[in-house]
């Protein structure tokens, strides 16, 4: 896997952009000691005023980012600055703060990175992030199957508690934060907030019913603000250089840069971080083109449960929220999965249709039962037992799951199988009616 987001500038547009989270990172450089060098915990300093600064009161911190542009990085894009406001200030209990780094979005593998090459910036966003909302103690959820970048994370928690920069009385400010590692076991659905709420209690992790929402009944009952890794991980660069800087480096409504996670049928799979904006174009050829000089097919743009769009329509699209939402797609968390000419569509949506049926937690009749009916549907069209009738079918078990279970699996399970059904139709036509794949066989 290239990790292609670290080394020198990239001109786009005329612009030289460097990223801000991945920027000059070879995986030997993560320590205290090399964040320091690289402006690490400047911004945390001078929210605090520390070393005689004026520092900045918490609500100039939510302006801040509110400027900014910064959506959420974990899928849904929701602003950031507008999320932390939710969080109120002045309860009298205990509040928390929770990253989600239980990163299971098959495609997707950029917050392991960030952990892996990084984890001192995520420690400085969640600590400028509670200073925000008045908060004293913060956990880091972090995906079951990544054990090592978990065991570095702690490492660099023990690095930050050393300098001061966690624990009481942070840089001499009088503001108390903790921030604790846990390690989640590897269930799809924990990416879930409130899933993911219920595994840190200890219990099973299934969704609750919303609302309340975490803001006013998260974990423990009490207040509490979710971001994902790389949102957190986006708030230093903010607030060393401004919501305006941040901005001009995106564009209007998705500020700053994206990390997107590009796998697939492409020469150097990899992360790439590129400014909000960028066309699709410009990301494939970072990414070296379709691999062996093939024909690009489509593109889910938003990692697998994001609907899928064929390539005459990506290839007009620039990469940021509102551009791949009007194409009919999502953004997502970002995880760009190319397909080329020798793709087979129906196989492929089996295997995703697959993934969901598994990931299931079951809580949901219509989850529970429908994803299990979507990938015997498509498994029989593959196998060439399928049907005429089996196309509306699909269509009408994907309608009766979406929009009516308690969290967004349901949906994430349905919406490929519309999209690929859909911009595909004459694939799985052609395998209904003659017992086999419409893709020649490519060596």
């Known amino acids: 896997m290239t990790f292609a987001s670290s080394g020198a500038e990239t001109c786009f547009h005329g612009r030289h952009i460097r990223p801000q989270i991945l920027a000059g990172l070879d995986g030997a450089n993560w320590?205290?000691?090399?964040?320091?060098?690289?402006?690490?915990?400047?911004?945390?300093?001078?929210?605090?005023?520390?070393?005689?600064?004026?520092?900045?009161?918490?609500?100039?911190?939510?302006?801040?980012?509110?400027?900014?542009?910064?959506?959420?990085?974990?899928?849904?894009?929701?602003?950031t600055g507008l999320k932390w406001s939710f969080m109120p200030r002045q309860f009298p209990g205990a509040k928390y703060l929770v990253c989600n780094s239980d990163e299971g979005e098959p495609g997707t593998f950029k917050d392991r990175d960030i952990l892996r090459f990084n984890p001192h910036i995520v420690i400085e966003g969640m600590a400028i992030a509670a200073?925000?909302?008045?908060?004293?103690?913060?956990?880091?959820?972090?995906?079951?199957?990544?054990?090592?970048?978990?065991?570095?994370?702690?490492?660099?928690?023990?690095?930050?508690?050393?300098?001061?920069?966690?624990?009481?009385?942070?840089?001499?400010?009088?503001?108390?934060?903790?921030l604790h590692a846990s390690?989640?076991?590897?269930a799809y659905i924990c990416g879930e907030e409130t899933a993911l709420l219920e595994s840190l209690e200890g219990k099973k992790g299934q969704p609750r019913f919303k609302p309340p929402f975490?803001?006013?009944?998260?974990?423990?009952?009490?207040?509490?603000?979710?971001?994902?890794?790389?949102?957190?991980?986006?708030?230093?660069?903010?607030?060393?250089?401004?919501?305006?800087?941040?901005?001009?480096?995106?564009?209007?409504?998705?500020?700053?840069?994206?990390i997107y996670s590009v796998s697939g049928d492409v020469a150097r799979p990899g992360n790439y971080e590129i400014p909000m904006g960028t066309p699709f174009a410009e990301l494939l050829a970072l990414a070296g083109g379709v691999r062996g000089g093939r024909g690009l097919k489509a593109v889910i743009p938003g990692g697998s449960s994001a609907p899928v769009l064929p390539a005459s329509v990506i290839m007009d699209c620039t990469m940021d929220y509102d551009s791949i939402s009007k194409a009919g797609s999502m953004l997502g968390s970002g995880a760009v999965i190319v397909l080329d000419e020798s793709r087979c569509m129906v196989r492929?949506?089996?295997?995703?249709?697959?993934?969901?049926?598994?990931?299931?937690?079951?809580?949901?009749?219509?989850?529970?039962?429908?994803?299990?009916?979507?990938?015997r549907v498509v498994h029989r069209i593959e196998h060439g037992q399928g049907r005429p009738e089996d196309l509306d079918l699909l269509n009408s078990v994907s309608d009766n799951i979406a929009g009516r279970t308690i969290c967004a699996l349901g949906?994430?399970?349905?919406?490929?199988?519309?999209?690929f059904v859909r911009h595909f139709h004459a694939e799985f036509e052609h395998h209904i009616e003659h017992k086999t794949c419409l893709v020649p066989a490519y060596v």
């Open 214 to 258: 975490p803001a006013s009944f998260g974990l423990y009952g009490k207040p509490t603000t979710i971001n994902n890794t790389e949102t957190f991980a986006a708030v230093p660069w903010i607030i060393r250089n401004g919501a305006a800087a941040y901005v001009e480096t995106g564009k209007p409504n998705n500020g700053g840069t994206k």
């Open 348 to 375: 492929s949506l089996q295997r995703l249709s697959y993934f969901y049926q598994h990931e299931s937690c079951g809580q949901c009749t219509p989850c529970r039962e429908g994803t299990g009916w979507l990938w």
């Open 31 to 79: 320590r205290l000691q090399d964040y320091l060098k690289r402006d690490g915990y400047q911004a945390l300093r001078r929210i605090l005023g520390a070393d005689g600064q004026p520092g900045m009161s918490p609500e100039q911190v939510i302006a801040e980012v509110k400027a900014s542009a910064l959506r959420g990085r974990g899928g849904a894009g929701f602003p």
């Open 183 to 186: 390690h989640g076991f590897g």
């Open 411 to 419: 949906d994430a399970a349905a919406m490929p199988v519309k999209s």
């Open 131 to 178: 200073y925000a909302m008045g908060i004293g103690v913060g956990y880091n959820y972090i995906h079951g199957e990544i054990f090592a970048d978990y065991e570095r994370f702690e490492e660099a928690l023990d690095e930050a508690r050393a300098a001061g920069f966690l624990g009481d009385n942070i840089l001499g400010s009088g503001f108390n934060f903790q």
